[in-house]
């Protein structure tokens, strides 16, 4: 699977260029569901897909910023179109999330192009999908709450993830922060994000194999830290590797499941808010 190529639907620089706003309407909080349940569920949007046009060379910071929207040749499937996707970002917005630039950042990455083919048509519903390995890509309402939550408005300079999946969110962050590093503790999943991301070329992002529950010592401290797993608590080791007034983004539970809020306030002190109800796959320790 991580062999297959894969191209975007068209070049993304005219949405770089256009900034578009969201409204920020509060409606109710989706919460995430599992990947069966999301697939059985929800239909797929449609739109028409748009002809590809060479992109104009990018440098500085903006680069870091954009060399995710670079494309091959466009996929031809109108499921997985730029229309398709300015529709999911407008709903995720809807939904409740307000920060422009963390949507704008949803709007920039082609969540189809870490997928299966297989599953193109449900790429930008508002869906958890399987992505192997027991795993899930998580849905774009939960990355951009996460994200938005843990960014507060503010800047980020150093992020660690846990748990990179195919690499999807960890690309949403690339967009929003200067450095990312991103663990993973399954070997295949590991290559998949790698694959994934190779032809993008994103300068800011550090993908890891290891045990996420470790963190990354090495390079910490970190201005906010994701995780893409649920444990019955957060692991000391990750408290410990917050900057302080750093902010930690976690589900926490078993069955029952909420998004958490975790900010450093000092050198032996954090604080927690339970945030909303959610749902993901278990937080494990370990390599496989």
Request: charged share 15%.
């Given at each position: 699977m991580t062999d297959k190529p894969r191209s975007f639907p068209l070049?993304?620089?005219?949405?770089?260029?256009?900034?578009?706003?969201?409204?920020?309407?509060?409606?109710?909080?989706?919460?995430?569901?599992?990947?069966?349940?999301?697939?059985?569920?929800?239909?797929?949007?449609?739109?028409?897909?748009?002809?590809?046009?060479a992109p104009a060379p990018l440098r500085g910071a903006q680069a870091e910023r954009d060399l995710i929207a670079a494309a091959a040749a466009p996929r031809q499937n109108p499921l997985v179109s730029e229309a398709v996707r300015r529709a999911m970002v407008t709903r995720v917005a809807k939904q409740g999330v307000k920060d422009t630039v963390v949507l704008g950042a949803l709007d920039r990455?082609?969540?189809?192009?870490?997928?299966?083919?297989?599953?193109?048509?449900?790429?930008y519903i508002?869906?958890?999908?399987?992505?192997?390995?027991?795993?899930?890509?998580?849905?774009?309402?939960?990355?951009?709450?996460m994200i938005e939550v843990m960014r507060n408005g503010g800047q980020l300079?150093?992020?660690?993830?846990?748990?990179?999946?195919?690499?999807?969110?960890a690309a949403v962050l690339a967009c929003i922060a200067q450095d990312v590093y991103s663990i993973e503790r399954i070997k295949p999943l590991?290559?998949?994000?790698?694959?994934?991301?190779?032809?993008?070329?994103?300068?800011?992002?550090?993908?890891?194999?290891?045990?996420?529950?470790?963190?990354?010592p090495?390079?910490?401290?970190?201005?906010?830290?994701?995780?893409?797993?649920?444990?019955?608590?957060v692991p000391q080791a990750l408290l410990e590797q917050l900057a302080i007034g750093?902010?930690?983004?976690?589900?926490?539970?078993?069955?029952?499941?909420?998004?958490?809020l975790v900010t450093r306030v000092a050198k032996a002190e954090w604080t927690s808010e339970a945030l909303e109800d959610c749902h993901f796959v278990p937080l494990r320790p370990g390599t496989v």
């Open positions: 070049p993304l620089s005219s949405v770089v260029d256009q900034k578009p706003s969201y409204a920020s309407v509060r409606g109710p909080v989706a919460t995430p569901q599992t990947a069966t349940q999301n697939a059985r569920s929800a239909q797929p949007y449609a739109g028409k897909p748009a002809p590809a046009a990455v082609p969540r189809h192009h870490f997928i299966d083919e297989a599953l193109a048509a449900q790429a508002d869906a958890s999908l399987p992505i192997g390995h027991h795993q899930t890509i998580s849905q774009p309402y939960i990355v951009a709450r300079k150093r992020v660690l993830e846990i748990g990179t999946g195919c690499g999807y969110q590991h290559e998949l994000a790698k694959a994934n991301l190779r032809p993008m070329r994103v300068p800011n992002l550090r993908l890891h194999y290891g045990d996420g529950m470790l963190g990354l090495q390079a910490a401290p970190f201005d906010g830290i994701i995780l893409a797993a649920a444990g019955m608590d750093g902010r930690l983004v976690a589900p926490v539970g078993g069955r029952t499941q909420h998004l958490h």
